[in-house]
């Protein structure tokens, strides 16, 4: 479904971020990307959504070499992946409600089918009283939530969730690792990149671990060694 | 597609209600930069009134023989009409109108009116004055053509001459005047519209996050762009409001003074006879420099 072949990204000469990174992901794999701050692991999952280009080496997104997908192309790649940040990347001048609907509307569906399934979501995620409020009207928890709701909301084949644990407590933490489980069990690949040791132990998931821009370890039933 | 373009305006027209803030400060700033635009149409508009004024009191004169008929001197008028589309106005004055104008003129003057008499007969000479567009060469061309073409033996003399240093003076004038306020309106525009720029700049600068993540989640450029290009329209058309009402009122109530500096130019007669010119200007810039501003600025976003 993913697959990295060879890849190296330098920002500034001397700068290199990734070096010579080759793996595979496939359809339904739980994913999970270890490494310290400033291994890599935004990058990678920037290069995963076409956020960057590799300065060499290619990204398959399926058939598709991103470094040769056209604009358009690269946008309906973004649409199928539902992404979920440490900073929860919310729209802050949209309510609740509106966050969610945004990612239908970019869809294109109709009004009909947003306005059937964005208080559905909602409810299932908790967020059902707050739909009118704005990002900034809620906890760290209830953001990661709504950003959770919105990478849902579009029935994604991939989830993207980058340090997703990043900013939440424990029992915040261990609640959206559960729901990302959940999503993996229905089938839906997901790619986790932490640098969160209790959870990647728990989790029992491949892990693929980068230091340096490097992958050091990649393994079916892995856990977190750096 | 239909839909799209009703979601971009309901997002526009959203962001625009619950930003007041910076949607004021970009209306206010665009509001001064029309204001300015206007002023200058203003100002070039009393400018031309001014160099016509002055350029219409300049003339030359072709003096004919006592001579000359009436049809002739008319055929002559033809030919100089057709001589160069610069030309604004050319005036038969007859022996006996010349002499009527003179008696008008010096009605007090005893001296020249005993003179005059002593004379007896008429002895003012049957002329064309001619205007063109202030230009000297111009006003040579003609007298030269006059004093050397088929018809110059009809003609006794050309006042070009005399005329000559005053006619090349006030065009120099005038020109200078027009130039100047050219130069002058074009750096104002510029830095007007750097400062309208730089503000959208600072509105757009706060939903740069905003417009990163519309693009992580596979927003299309135009869906994202979109409502800022509305909101350039939104903010022109109201700084359009504002300047047209101001503009009104302003030469409403300034007509009078500006008569008395200006005697025989009303600003507001002005304003309303080249009306659709101030609203094209007025509309075309604010809506054109706040949806190119935010075009820009959007597109570097887009880019990151």
Not at chain 1, 55 to 68: P, Q
Not at chain 1, 201 to 225: H, Q, W
Request: with cysteine.
């Amino acid at each position: 479904m993913i697959k990295f072949n060879n890849v190296t990204k330098i920002f500034q000469a001397k700068d290199v971020v990734l070096e010579d990174i080759s793996f595979q992901i496939e359809k339904g794999e739980f994913v999970c990307i270890v490494g310290k701050s400033g291994a890599g692991k935004t990058t990678l999952v920037r290069l995963i959504l076409g956020l960057e280009i590799p300065t060499s080496g290619e990204v398959y997104f399926g058939d598709l070499n991103l470094n040769e997908a056209n604009p358009i192309k690269i946008q309906e790649i973004r649409r199928k992946i539902g992404c979920i940040h440490q900073d929860y990347k919310l729209l802050p001048k949209k309510t609740v409600y509106e966050n969610v609907a945004y990612i239908m509307q970019v869809e294109g569906k109709n009004n009909e089918e947003i306005a059937k399934e964005v208080p559905k979501v909602l409810d299932i995620i908790g967020l059902k009283d707050k739909t009118n409020n704005f990002p900034d009207q809620l906890s760290g928890g209830e953001k990661q939530r709504l950003a959770i709701a919105r990478a849902l909301v579009n029935h994604p084949d991939i989830i993207i969730a980058d340090e997703p644990t990043g900013n939440l407590d424990p029992y915040n933490s261990y609640e959206v690792i559960s729901l990302l489980q959940k999503i993996n069990q229905a089938g839906r690949t997901v790619i986790l990149s932490t640098h969160d040791r209790e959870i990647i132990n728990k989790l029992g998931k491949r892990v693929i671990t980068i230091e340096s821009g490097k992958i050091i370890r990649d393994e079916k039933a892995g856990r977190f060694i750096i | 597609m239909l839909t799209n373009f009703k979601r971009i305006l309901n997002f526009a027209v959203n962001d625009f209600d619950r930003n007041k803030g910076v949607s004021l400060a970009a209306i206010f700033v665009l509001t001064i930069t029309i204001l300015l635009v206007t002023g200058l149409l203003f100002f070039q508009g009393m400018m031309n009134y001014l160099t016509i004024q002055i350029q219409d009191k300049i003339d030359i004169t072709a003096y004919f023989i006592d001579g000359a008929t009436e049809s002739e001197i008319l055929e002559v008028k033809n030919e100089i009409l057709k001589m160069s589309p610069n030309i604004k106005k050319v005036e038969y004055v007859s022996k006996d109108q010349a002499l009527a104008f003179f008696n008008e003129k010096h009605k007090d003057d005893t001296v020249l009116t005993r003179a005059l008499q002593e004379v007896g007969d008429n002895p003012f000479l049957p002329s064309l004055n001619i205007i063109t567009n202030g230009d000297p060469v111009q006003y040579a061309s003609i007298s030269n053509i006059l004093q050397n073409s088929d018809f110059s033996k009809l003609i006794d003399k050309v006042d070009f001459s005399q005329k000559k240093d005053t006619i090349e003076k006030v065009y120099s004038i005038t020109r200078n005047v027009n130039m100047f306020g050219l130069i002058l309106g074009i750096i104002l525009i510029i830095i007007a519209m750097s400062v309208v720029f730089s503000t959208i700049k600072l509105v757009i600068e706060n939903s740069k996050d905003e417009i990163s993540t519309m693009k992580t989640v596979g927003a299309s450029d135009w869906f994202i762009r979109g409502p800022f290009l509305i909101q350039g329209v939104i903010y022109g058309i109201i700084s359009f409001l504002i300047c047209i009402l101001l503009s009104l009122i302003f030469a409403y109530f300034l007509s009078s003074k500006i008569q008395v500096m200006l005697p025989g130019f009303n600003i507001f007669r002005y304003f309303l006879t080249n009306w659709w010119i101030f609203v094209l200007i007025q509309l075309g810039f604010g809506i054109g420099v706040g949806v190119i501003s935010a075009f820009i600025v959007v597109k570097r976003y887009l880019e990151i």
